[in-house]
């Protein structure tokens, strides 16, 4: 086992909470004494923001049933760089926090016609346990963890997978507990246009998905592809796959524009339990504004499937004339009663 916290963070909150218990006496005594309020020094101040920083991120640790803090490095600093002025009685957190000013892109279009156009991705998996994590943060007692994170260590697994929609900056995380397979896509894909599809594009006929070529959702694997036409007949929808090509998914808005600050958001904490995961992913933000929904999907996956021997011959897929490889419609069938 290893002691996983920086070493000065306990007795830095101990100092800050001294300052501040010590300044709140002193006003009192003054009010008191008719002589007037007493406003606090500068790192009073700076002491009182930072306590009110760490209540904004407090995290419940559900294994121990108690509560303990985690702030970003860079969240500190943000606030310590602003000028405080502080009179009295300890500022609500949520006075220190700028509002979101951010804004709304109209609704996608292609070709004249109502299209939702969303970026499509899996993240990492990551294993649930005591582990250690990479990163830095702020903690008010020492967080004992295991030093490898071997999985026969581990509890269990997250296995999210993100879609972006560009014209609402909204993020949509649904993470799964079993296995990272085209099925679980397709799941993550459905869940999301039956919870919020609906409601924000009442009149889409399409739905346009930008993915990465690999991982479950390979533009190389038929048995995605099967899975997609399932989905499509299921939802009564078209559905639209534009892949990256190989070496250019860097180049997918949901790289830079969601998954950075989710990582950034779960930097250094411990992953010890699935509902820790959605609590950490679910308070993601940027100073733009982006909003991130998640979902924990418990459905188990079968591994070791295979695509149909007639489904090569006899799918409907359409492929496009350019680009044809990462380029393809899956139309819903027609069902004949």
């Known amino acids: 086992m290893v002691v996983y916290s920086l070493a000065y963070a306990q007795s830095a909150q101990q100092d800050f909470q001294t300052r501040l218990t010590q300044a709140q006496t002193d006003v009192a005594a003054l009010n008191q004494s008719g002589h007037g309020q007493k406003a606090f020094s500068e790192e009073d101040a700076l002491a009182q923001a930072t306590e009110a920083i760490l209540t904004r991120y407090r995290v419940k640790d559900y294994v121990q049933l108690a509560y303990w803090e985690q702030v970003e490095q860079q969240a500190v600093r943000r606030y310590q760089d602003r000028p405080v002025r502080v009179m009295g009685a300890p500022p609500i957190p949520g006075e220190l926090h700028p509002r979101n000013r951010g804004h709304r892109a109209p609704e996608g279009h292609l070709s004249g016609r109502r299209q939702s156009r969303d970026e499509y991705g899996p993240q990492k998996r990551e294993l649930i346990g005591k582990l250690y994590r990479e990163g830095v943060l702020y903690t008010q007692e020492p967080i004992e963890v295991f030093d490898p994170d071997w999985a026969s260590l581990a509890t269990g697994v997250a ?20 296995h990272d397979t085209t099925e679980s896509a397709c799941d993550s894909i459905r869940y999301w246009w039956t919870t919020y599809g609906p409601h924000r ?3 889409a006929d399409s739905i346009l998905l930008l993915c990465d070529g690999g991982r479950s959702n390979s533009s190389r694997h038929y048995l995605f592809k099967q899975d997609l036409q399932r989905l499509a007949n299921d939802l009564g929808i078209e559905i639209r796959i534009a892949h990256y090509p190989p070496y250019t998914s860097k180049y997918n808005p949901i790289e830079h524009r969601l998954f950075p600050h989710v990582s950034r958001a779960c930097q250094g904490m411990i992953f010890d339990h699935v509902q820790t995961v959605q609590d950490l992913i679910a308070r993601t933000t940027t100073q733009i504004g982006v909003k991130v929904f998640t979902t924990i999907l ?5 591994t070791g499937r295979t695509v149909a021997e007639d489904f090569k011959a006899t799918m409907t897929i359409v492929f496009d004339h350019l680009l044809t490889p990462w380029n393809y419609t899956a139309v819903p069938e027609v069902q004949v009663i």
Do not use: E, V
């Open 159 to 178: 296995i999210p997978h993100g879609l972006y929609d560009l014209s609402d900056n909204g993020g949509y995380i649904q993470i799964g507990t079993s």
């Open 201 to 203: 594009y009442p009149l």
């Open 298 to 302: 418990d459905k188990p996956y079968q």
